[in-house]
């Protein structure tokens, strides 16, 4: 990765110190472009010397006066850094700050911004201690509507993509075209997060004739409230702005009452033509409790399949392992649960250069397994490639006694997907969805890909987001959401979920603050009302998510750094509750969820997940804020209309 250090020119006078920060950067991960832009004749000065020596990694351009917004988009239309690093001609850079900004943002690819920390000096380079009157904090929203849009300095790094996405560089005419960062912030956080690094990268310099005191407190106020109320306006928020100067002050405003006709819904589909062959150990689980098994070169796992297994085409078994792995893993398939000679041995090779410490699922899909005859027996190995003491974990579940591995077996079934998708239609249609508000989309992609690429057709105030295998059970189940949006408040709904047999596929949506994990109550109970109820929670389930439009135009959407469907809904919630938006899990609406597909990604999923959000620990934490029990009521009897 490149930082791109980009300097409108104006002043001389401290031009030469600021162009050396630059050159005696630890890392030459660097590239720096330098506008002058009608400056006093010493800058020019400098800067025809700098064009005459023809550094490599350093472009001068000269122009007339066009303000520092435009200047700022001029350069950063013809740089080539992946990152950009705003820099002011009369402030400097410290020796570390591109090294320590990269390293940021290599650790942080959420991060479509990373702001650190700057020092005051005075016109003589020395330190001024006065604190700083932008707070070094994390931004705080309502319901999608930066409180602080002020709080924002240099240094900052802007990932290019983010920032072209962003629309570049923006100010105010009437104001010579300043509030170009703070403007920036607010666009940038539509998109992506801005990211603390508390390190103090940059010298800021005090001085009588810095350009900042031309405009007069009012002045500043003013481009803010601009700023802020378009961000409103953009993010389509429900708030009301109840005071003039930042930090700004915002009450909510109830939202709307709403139908069914106000919905688009958003359906990922992805046809695999398997269906999966029943199991007990298979999520969600019907009882029990999760183990460990370690296999290596001296242990195995072995288990009975009562009632015997088959047939089926491909299985996948949920490994771990605490270190870098080379091997074969193997799983022996018996006819018999006394036969010493297995009926087929199916292997695959497993390999990891860095411990992978959530499931790992071994995909038995190089070939066609096609197994007809029934499995009553099985053994699960692994043999490393190399030392003996590699190993790897198998995950389990003990049951009724009995520890079994935990498995998933399917069938080859033509037209299986595309049959739960009729199904999910139907169960749209008879909710009084129009066919013009369903936007199916088919692609090889990500989930979220697909959520946000069909999202851009979407224009209701509300998106349901609906996997293409769940099915709402009554056909009000959509106003019961819609009902407990407008009673409570919240920004994004969920219902209770149910196996196709009809247990707990999801009840009341939680978080362990320790393990970093989210979880749904009572998965595999039977349900017997025990989970209807009205809740406030950290996160819902995509499986059936009411969103309503304001949620992706503040957050972007879901992240598209996750691979196939796993823990992008639960980060599409924190993010959404870190923009000041609530959860709330209605356990009186009911869906169907019919589990046909899963991926082979919880792995990767889960590192990206727990990096995420490790920091944001408090998102984590019970929700204490408790629905009120006339709601509750209202809702259980079929909510206002």
């Not at 900042?212 to 700023?227: E, K, T, V």
């Not at 992706?552 to 959404?576: I, N």
């Amino acid at each position: 990765m490149i930082v791109s250090v980009e300097v409108p020119v104006i002043r001389g006078g401290w031009l030469i110190q600021c162009i050396d920060s630059v050159l005696q950067q630890t890392s030459p991960n660097w590239v720096l472009s330098l506008r002058w832009d009608e400056g006093d004749s010493f800058s020019r000065e400098i800067m025809e010397a700098l064009q005459a020596a023809r550094h490599p990694r350093i472009q001068v351009h000269f122009g007339q006066r066009q303000g520092i917004a435009r200047a700022r988009q001029f350069l950063s239309e013809r740089s080539r850094g992946d990152l950009i690093l705003p820099l002011d001609d009369d402030d400097i850079l410290e020796p570390d700050a591109v090294a320590r900004l990269l390293s940021a943002a290599v650790e942080r690819p959420w991060a479509g911004i990373i702001r650190a920390r700057r020092r005051f000096i005075d016109d003589e380079g020395q330190p001024i201690e006065i604190d700083d009157w932008f707070p070094f904090e994390r931004r705080s929203y309502l319901d999608g509507a930066t409180l602080d849009v002020a709080n924002h300095s240099q240094p900052y790094a802007i990932r290019r993509e983010m920032f072209l996405n962003a629309g570049g560089w923006r100010g105010f005419e009437d104001w010579e075209y300043f509030g170009e960062d703070c403007s920036a912030f607010t666009i940038i956080e539509e998109r992506a997060e801005v990211e603390l690094l508390d390190a103090i990268l940059y010298c800021y310099r005090i001085h009588g004739s810095r350009t900042s005191l031309r405009f007069p407190q009012r002045g500043a106020n003013d481009l803010w409230r601009r700023i802020a109320d378009e961000a409103v306006s953009r993010r389509h928020a429900n708030v009301r702005r109840t005071n003039d100067e930042p930090p700004f002050h915002y009450v909510s405003i109830p939202i709307p009452p709403a139908t069914a006709a106000d919905i688009d819904v958003v359906i990922p589909f992805w046809e695999s033509n398997e269906c999966e062959v029943v199991y007990g150990p298979a999520r969600p689980l019907d009882s029990g409790s999760s183990g460990q098994r370690i296999l290596d070169v001296r242990t195995h796992f072995s288990q009975t399949c009562d009632p015997p297994l088959g047939p089926f085409d491909r299985l996948e078994i949920a490994l771990a392992g605490t270190g870098a792995v080379r091997g074969m893993v193997s799983v022996a398939l018996f006819a018999s649960p006394s036969s010493f000679t297995p009926a087929r041995v199916l292997r695959q090779s497993l390999e990891s250069t860095t411990p992978f410490s959530f499931d790992v699922v071994a995909l038995f899909d190089t070939q066609q397994v096609r197994i007809e005859e029934p499995i009553s027996r099985l053994e699960i190995t692994f043999e490393p490639f190399g030392p003996s003491e590699q190993f790897v974990i198998l995950h389990t579940v003990f049951r009724e006694g009995r520890e079994q591995a935990l498995m998933r077996f399917f069938r080859h079934k033509p037209n299986h997907c595309r049959e739960l998708l009729d199904r999910c239609l139907a169960s749209l249609r008879a909710s009084g969805i129009g066919e013009s508000s369903i936007h199916v989309i088919e692609k090889r992609q990500s989930s979220s890909k697909n959520r946000n690429e069909a999202f851009r057709a979407c224009s209701k105030p509300w998106i349901c987001f609906m996997d293409d295998d769940a099915e709402l059970v009554h056909p009000n189940t959509l106003q019961q959401l819609l009902d407990a949006c407008r009673q409570t408040g919240a920004s994004l709904c969920g219902p209770k979920l149910l196996t196709g047999a009809r247990r707990i596929y999801s009840g009341v949506p939680f978080t362990d603050p320790i393990a970093m994990e989210t979880r749904v109550a009572g998965m595999g109970e039977a349900d017997g009302g025990q989970h209807d109820v009205l809740a406030m929670v950290p996160w819902l389930p995509s499986t059936v998510l009411l969103t309503h439009r304001s949620v992706m135009l503040a957050t972007g959407g879901f992240d598209e750094l996750y691979e196939g469907s796993q823990h992008e809904d639960a980060d599409f919630c924190l993010r959404a509750r870190a923009r000041g938006f609530r959860c709330c899990y209605n356990g009186h609406a009911v869906a169907v969820h019919h589990n046909a597909l899963r991926n082979s990604r919880l792995s990767s999923n889960a590192a990206h997940f727990v990096r995420r959000w490790q920091d944001r620990k408090d998102l984590f934490l019970p929700i204490s804020s408790a629905v009120p029990p006339l709601v509750a009521r209202q809702l259980a009897n079929g909510g206002s209309r």
